[in-house]
């Protein structure tokens, strides 16, 4: 999946405790919403392998960074109540 055709966005690593929840918490995030999201694995790419580093997770909602490492719940939900700057 393309991740700029998603609306949510999480960057992780394999083996990262942190990542484990954020993504169970992104999942049951969007669905409640009807979202989509994508995650992608920061060591696919050397460039975002450059970028992030152990930082993950990190979560994106329509292109702004909206938390990384532990991510919060309220937050996340502020961010996919509000629209789509696609729709606006």
Do not use: K, Q
Not at 57 to 73: E, H, K, L, N, S
Not at 76 to 87: H, K, S
């Amino acid at each position: 999946m393309d991740p700029t055709a998603a609306r949510v966005v999480l960057y992780s690593r394999e083996g990262c405790h942190l990542c484990e929840s954020a993504r169970a918490l992104v999942a049951a995030e969007s669905a409640a919403v009807g979202a989509s999201w994508t995650e992608i694995d920061v060591a696919s790419d050397p460039v975002l392998e450059a970028e992030h580093g152990d930082y993950v997770p990190v979560v994106f909602v329509d292109g702004v960074r909206r938390g990384i490492f532990t991510i919060d719940p309220v937050r996340l939900r502020r961010a996919l109540a509000a629209t789509p700057p696609e729709t606006r």
